[in-house]
């Protein structure tokens, strides 16, 4: 009796490579579920301009940073954010700006100020 032919395209581990596969994938997204964490997404996030205002007590730093128009869904509408919330989006500048106002008109434009040291 002759032995059946096996076909050359299924190989003995090949179901096992399938299986590790899903069950890998399977696993990253359910540790992404478990620890409630966002994915960062890296960005080539444009500084507009940066200006300075300058007042008899008061010394302001302001910034006005641009992100894609296609961000606008991840900024938060209800609320200013944190310095954790705007680096989660890809924002990347030194500590000690403060998001400090919400331009309806164009929400994609975040606008930052910080305190700048009085002159001597």
């Not at 507009?48 to 007042?55: C, D, S, V």
């Amino acid at each position: 009796m002759a032995e059946p032919q096996k076909s050359p395209h299924l190989k003995p581990w090949g179901l096992s490579i399938y299986l590790s596969i899903y069950l890998s994938i399977y696993i990253f997204f359910f540790f992404l579920w478990r620890c409630n964490s966002r994915i960062i997404i890296p960005l080539n996030v444009a500084v507009q301009w940066e200006h300075h205002h300058y007042g008899d007590k008061l010394l302001v730093a302001v910034k006005h940073v641009v992100l894609p128009r296609e961000m606008t869904k991840y900024i938060p509408k209800s609320h200013l954010m944190s310095e954790d919330e705007w680096r989660q989006l890809g924002v990347q500048q030194s500590q000690g700006w403060i998001h400090y106002m919400i331009h309806e008109p164009e929400p994609h434009i975040l606008l930052f100020r910080r305190p700048l040291p009085p002159k001597q």
